[in-house]
């Protein structure tokens, strides 16, 4: 069956949109063809045009995918469809008839017509129903409660010889200032992590439900409440009024997933394992150390293999397979208040930022640890999220804070690529420049050589400080003071 071969001239039945709309995204992708590998709750693959890293996440649960470097994102699996032939989703006329008539033929259910005629597909049916999605599902808690939980939990941890020596040696913090701003070490094992719980437990006489992290899993000693993780170190998020509503984890050792090619990758604590999608059976394992970026010979072929991020939530979900009851997302993801140590120190819990500090200049940026340490040169506010993409977010956050003038410090690749990731950089300035100009607030860039350094924390650290360029009207452009 095809558009081609069905008659554009009868109308569409109700029946047959909802049939489409109630369809498994992930399923349906596979059935399109889609090579996807696992990354947590999500199924990931490569967005239009292809690219290095995949983007593309399809989350089962939630019944939602997303394109990460365009923003783009639907819900069912028309609109999945739409994506892939036309790069937009918006469906009208010609092209919605077309979509049906193709999407039905992939997953091989039935188009019916509002006069009664059905035209039947060429194939037996390859996409079931989406399970019912939950719109509390794994909800998390409220601020207060989540940073009761997370202080308690920080304050049963320690930070290891091993993170305390990256952290003053390569991020050039001092030890006060490690202190006063709660990193933490989270270790992999299992039992240490389980015990790590039960006194959490213990302490705050409560159970953890709906602190993303933690976890009931059924057991054959019955339920139990547990911790996720891997090795690593914590980095807390704060808000406006020194609550810690997140924690992210930097990996000690990030995943591997393959680029381009068809195999998948389990990663573990020291070995990795590579797997042919066609026979799923293992056709290389070895060391972690061994898999560097770069191409690796296969007797399949030559595939790349790229490590994953280094920052991970701390985050947990409901998942049947593995026999986990209850958990939490990181959802929606917060912002991290950066502020210098000397201001952190006697930052009392639920008082306003701006009781202690001038919040008169923001500056916007990615990742909670830059921010921390790039506050230590500024002496100003840093407000930072998980990536370049999400920056806009931090916009109304910066209002709030009575901010004159906002400073923007994407990392200086994103600033230099040519790509989507380069692409979002000249979106985030033209976000800003709409949203802050008609507010009266002042917007600068902040920019400097990626030969320098990627980041402004490491840029600061070097000794060099970023070119502040101010937007011309006249031009359309930054240019320096």
Aim: net charge negative; hydrophobic share 35%; proline share 5%.
């Amino acid at each position: 069956m095809s558009a081609e071969t069905a008659t554009t001239k009868k109308y569409i039945s109700q029946e047959t949109i909802e049939q489409l709309k109630m369809l498994d995204i992930k399923e349906f992708a596979e059935a399109m063809g889609e090579q996807l590998h696992r990354n947590g709750r999500s199924w990931m693959t490569y967005r239009n045009g292809g690219e290095r890293t995949a983007s593309v996440a399809i989350t089962p649960d939630r019944q939602v995918w997303k394109d990460f470097s365009q923003g783009m994102y639907g819900r069912d699996a028309l609109s999945f469809y739409a994506y892939r032939r036309w790069n937009e989703t918006e469906l009208k006329g010609e092209r919605f008839s077309i979509a049906v008539h193709e999407a039905c033929a992939i997953a091989g259910i039935p188009v019916k017509y509002e006069d009664g005629t059905v035209l039947e597909p060429d194939r037996a049916r390859k996409v079931a129903e989406a399970s019912p999605v939950s719109e509390d599902l794994d909800k998390k808690r409220e601020p207060e409660h989540l940073n009761r939980f997370y202080r308690s939990l920080l304050d049963l941890l320690h930070l290891s010889e091993k993170h305390r020596v990256h952290l003053t040696e390569e991020r050039c913090l001092t030890p006060s200032e490690i202190g006063v701003r709660g990193y933490r070490t989270l270790v992999s094992q299992q039992q240490a992590r389980f015990k790590i719980t039960q006194e959490l437990i213990s302490l705050m006489d409560e159970e953890p439900e709906g602190i993303p992290g933690f976890f009931l899993q059924e057991t054959e000693q019955g339920n139990i409440w547990s911790l996720a993780g891997r090795n690593g170190f914590l980095v807390p998020f704060r808000n406006e009024i020194n609550q810690i509503v997140g924690l992210q984890l930097r990996v000690d050792d990030p995943d591997f997933f393959d680029v381009f090619g068809p195999i998948k990758v389990k990663s573990f604590d020291k070995t990795v394992e590579v797997y042919d999608l066609n026979t799923n059976k293992v056709i290389w394992s070895g060391a972690r150390q061994v898999i560097q970026d770069g191409p690796l010979k296969l007797p399949q072929g030559t595939v790349r293999i790229t490590k994953g991020s280094k920052y991970l939530w701390l985050s947990t979900y409901a998942d049947p397979g593995r026999k986990i009851i209850k958990g939490a997302r990181m959802t929606p993801a917060p912002y991290h208040v950066a502020v210098p140590s000397r201001i952190l120190c006697n930052w009392d819990c639920g008082d306003h930022i701006s009781n202690y500090m001038n919040t008169s200049v923001v500056w916007l940026g990615e990742g909670p640890l830059k921010g921390d340490i790039a506050s230590e040169y500024t002496d100003q506010i840093h407000l930072q999220i998980a990536s370049v993409n999400a920056m806009d977010q931090l916009f109304q956050p910066a209002l709030d804070l009575g901010a004159k003038t906002v400073i923007l410090a994407p990392d200086a690749d994103a600033q230099s690529k040519v790509d989507t990731v380069g692409n979002a950089v000249v979106k985030l300035i033209e976000n800003a420049l709409r949203f802050f100009e008609p507010r009266g607030v002042e917007v600068k860039f902040a920019a400097w050589n990626v030969s320098q350094s990627k980041g402004l924390d490491d840029l600061l650290n070097s000794g060099y400080s970023p070119h502040l360029l101010r937007w011309d009207e006249q031009i359309g452009r930054f240019k320096s003071h």
